[in-house]
Nanobody
Framework: QVQLVESGGGSVQAGGSLRLSCAASGTTNISYSMAWFRQAPGKEREAIAAYSKFGHTYYGDSTNGRFTVSKDNVKKTLILQMNSLKPEDTGMYYC?????????????????WGQGTQVTVSS
């Protein structure tokens, strides 16, 4: 079992930045791939970025080079640095973890999910 707790969300104006963190606890001696997903009201959950257990990164189409995902293996924390934020980046951001080695940007790949942290970008 893995528990995931997100933090760092908030309200920001367009063009601003936020840094999200996802702290993992539980059975973390097993390597997991982790990812960030976003869900806006009335929309499907969308992949933002993933960090595989092999250290490879993957990004969703909407990030357009504005977001960077990284992982602190000592602290067992996944980081999402978001720059040049736009109103359409608004939504609940979820952290997820999986033991799978493929499908990193597909929500169904992930077994463990956090409760989410809200990001609101105003124009």
């Amino acid at each position: 079992q893995v528990q995931l707790v997100e933090s760092g969300g908030g309200s920001v104006q367009a063009g601003g930045s936020l840094r999200l963190s996802c702290a993992a606890s539980g059975t973390t001696n097993i390597s997991y791939s982790m990812a960030w997903f976003r869900q806006a009201p009335g929309k499907e959950r969308e992949a933002i970025a993933a960090y595989s257990k092999f250290g490879h990164t993957y990004y969703g189409d909407s990030t357009n080079g504005r977001f960077t995902v990284s992982k602190d293996n000592v602290k067992k924390t996944l980081i999402l640095q978001m720059n040049s934020l736009k109103p359409e980046d608004t939504g609940m951001y979820y952290c997820a973890a999986t033991g799978s080695t493929r499908g990193y940007l597909i929500p169904d790949t992930y077994t463990y999910w956090g409760q989410g942290t809200q990001v609101t970008v105003s124009s």
